[in-house]
């Protein structure tokens, strides 16, 4: 069973930078699709980034050119490295796993696990 802990979430005066984590094991499949999604108050969730299994990356417009998204080179761990964060950059984020054939995209569907998300609170 695939078992994903993020970490490294908090409060960031605006411009700050933040490095989420996500920790990985049980993984069935030497290597897998991996993304950030977060989830605003009252807001849908929505897809961050992903890097899929030959390291390509998707990134959602409004966090391009500000966050990147990398795996440690066993591809036990992922992380988002958020720069130049504004208060719409808000909400829980959650690190999702999906099959090495899962094409990297921003939906939701084919992320089979999950972890339980941190918190990112940037003051307005």
């Known amino acids: 069973q695939v078992q994903l802990v993020e970490s490294g979430g908090g409060s960031v005066q605006a411009g700050g930078s933040l490095r989420l984590s996500c920790a990985a094991s049980?993984?069935?499949?030497?290597?897998?699709?991996m993304g950030w999604f977060r989830q605003a108050p009252g807001k849908e969730r929505e897809g961050v980034a992903c890097?899929?299994?030959?390291?390509?990356?998707t990134y959602a417009d409004s966090v391009k050119g500000r966050f990147t998204i990398s795996q440690d080179n066993a591809g036990n761990t992922l992380y988002l490295q958020m720069n130049s964060l504004k208060p719409e950059d808000t909400g829980m984020y959650y690190c999702?796993?999906?099959?090495?054939?899962?094409?990297?995209?921003?939906?939701?569907?084919?992320?089979?696990?999950w972890g339980q998300g941190t918190q990112v609170t940037v003051p307005s």
């Open positions: 999702a796993a999906g099959p090495p054939w899962r094409l990297c995209l921003l939906n939701q569907e084919g992320f089979f696990y």
């Open positions: 049980g993984y069935t499949y030497s290597r897998h699709t």
């Open positions: 890097i899929d299994n030959f390291a390509s990356t």
